[in-house]
């Protein structure tokens, strides 16, 4: 997957800013009335292994 940024170096699939991923699934993280990027949340994350 080309093109998605990421900033969490603690996820498996960060790689310099970017995801690694072969596909994302992103979801509300609320009540399902987002109206912006903060009410989302990435169901794709996995922790790096240490």
Do not use: Q
Request: charge should be neutral.
């Amino acid at each position: 997957m080309a093109g998605i940024k990421c900033g969490v170096e603690e996820c498996h699939y960060w790689d310099n800013m970017a995801c690694t991923a072969d596909s994302i699934e992103v979801r509300s993280s609320g009540d399902r009335k987002v109206s912006t990027s903060d009410g989302t949340a990435c169901h794709t994350f996995r922790p790096k292994n240490k």
